[in-house]
């Protein structure tokens, strides 16, 4: 008994033998069959294979057919058995072979006809495309005496369509499947004449060297297709054809257009060939095109000799040496001052701030006997940040403010030398102590200071302590007058000093700035000093 067919995805019912039919170099899809559990993805088996994924065929694959498919298949996904006969052409003579491509023009109507089986009796032919029956797609279209009509043809109607007839022979009800190509076309004939995408142009060549020629032409769709192209070139008024030079490249088809690629070669340019003109024609049934190219002669760039580049490269590497060998000690100090990275021991500082100065004019006479009161012209948020500072009236030098605003308004520990180091041991040791012990150190750099050698011995060993701490935190403030341009000292300030006034950053101080300037400069220095500790009253 035939099998049943089902509508949708091209699936047939749960039958146990089914028998298909193919000619041979045409194409061919595996049925798919609805199992028991309700799976329509079927992957068969050739029988005598070795099992594996890798050797099964799934269902409506498309492939071309050869006679080593013939045999029978079996379902991963069911017990069914599918019995493949591919016909060889020498024993097919109840198969028609000349309809199996279709051309069908857009926007019109179109007929798809199945290639017709000549022996025996067959029932109505059922229609696929890919895996979906056609009977059940969206669209306008009727099937009859094994035809399939289209009332509008559009461009997703391209595709391998496949019809299947049912044949009982000897009482074996075969389903014979052959496959329709069907191409959907813009047109049958040209309706433009050739295309060239670039126009006239003009090559850059070398002399003595080959040269190829491109000329790329877009063509109508046609069926009879016959595309012409070709390059002459033109010396004194003569055209010779390059025939004999040319290569094509096989038309392929973009779209609604033909592709095709037409190269001439000159295996070696001379001073001749820059004189001539050469020129792409195309032609078709409607009309030509043509372009010429030109060709001049490519500058060519000395360089120099190879020779010379690893001297170049070695010096380049000696004076790269150099030069960051002089730079190192600048590099280091501004990584230094800018990326305090290193994590501070707290319980091992004994000061916040050594706090190093040389006194100058006025005396500290002077400034002691100052007065310290509000200063007017000062923002409610500058007052916040120090409430108390020097009566304006009084000309107090920056060394007799600093102890006063970072101890007594802002709270931090202050080192002083004339204070807070005892009387009567080595200066030097004394210096360097006091540094290990505090975790910051402000200079007030005036001229008086960077004539003193005690002074620059401090700031010295700041820098030193500087390179060798990542946690330390140096910082420079420069008074009115002093500049290390208008200072010369003697003897000259030792080279670590030098390099670290040139690369350090600092904060500028007049005593005669508005109190805006004023307040600027106390804040810049609030943001640089280190985190205040809290301290235990006893302390």
Known sequence: MPPNRTEGQGCQQDTTHQYYRAVKGEMFAMPCVQSSHGHMETRWLMEGRESNEDSAIKCMTTFLTETKHSGNYTSHTSSKVLHLQVVEEIHARCFEYNKSTVYLIVAAGGTITCPRFLCGTYTDVVWYKKNKLVSKMPRDLCESEGQLNLSTVSEYDTGVYFCDRLVTEEGVPWTLRRAVNVTAIPFETARD????????????????????????????????????????????????????????????????????????????????????????????????????????????????????????????????????????????????????????????????????????????????????????????????????????????????????????????????????????????????????????????????????????????????????????????????????????????LPRLVQTALRVLPSLDWSSGNPARGTGNFWRSLRKTLPVQREYNSSE
Request: hydrophobic residues 40%; charged residues 20%; aromatic residues 10%.
């Open 193 to 492: 004449p050739p295309r060239i995408p670039e126009g006239n142009k003009t090559e850059e060549v070398e002399l003595g060297q080959p040269h190829n020629l491109t000329c790329e032409v877009y063509f109508d769709f046609e069926l009879e297709f016959l595309p012409k192209v070709a390059w002459y070139m033109n010396y004194g008024g003569n055209m010779k054809n390059m025939t004999e030079e040319e290569h094509e490249s096989s038309p392929f088809l973009v779209k609604s257009e033909y592709k095709v690629i037409r190269t001439a070669v000159i295996k070696e340019v001379t001073l001749q060939h820059l004189n001539h003109t050469y020129t792409c024609v195309a032609s078709n049934t409607v009309g030509n095109k043509s372009i010429t190219v030109k060709l001049k002669r490519k500058i060519k760039v000395t360089w120099p000799s190879l020779v010379g580049y690893p001297i170049i490269s070695v010096l380049l590497v000696a004076v790269l040496g150099v030069t960051l060998h002089v730079k190192w000690l600048e590099i280091q100090l501004i990584y230094k001052s800018h990326f305090n990275h290193g994590k501070q021991c707290e319980d091992e500082k004994e000061f916040d701030v050594f706090l190093s100065y040389v006194w100058s004019a006025p005396s500290a006479e002077v400034a002691g006997s100052s007065t310290f009161s509000s200063r007017s012209g000062l923002s409610s948020d500058d007052e916040q940040l120090f409430p108390v500072t020097v009566d304006k009236t009084s000309e107090i030098p920056l060394e007799a403010l600093l102890p006063h605003v970072l101890e007594d308004q802002w709270g931090y520990r202050l080192c002083l030398l004339e204070r807070d180091v005892v009387p009567g041991g080595a200066y030097m040791n004394d210096v360097v102590l006091a540094i290990k012990r505090s975790r910051m150190l402000i200079c007030v750099l005036s001229a008086e200071y960077l004539t003193d050698s005690n002074a620059v011995f401090v700031l010295e060993s700041g820098v030193k302590a500087l390179l060798q701490t990542s946690a330390f935190k140096l910082v420079l403030i420069w008074t009115s007058g002093a500049s290390t341009s208008h200072i010369q000292p003697d003897p000259p």
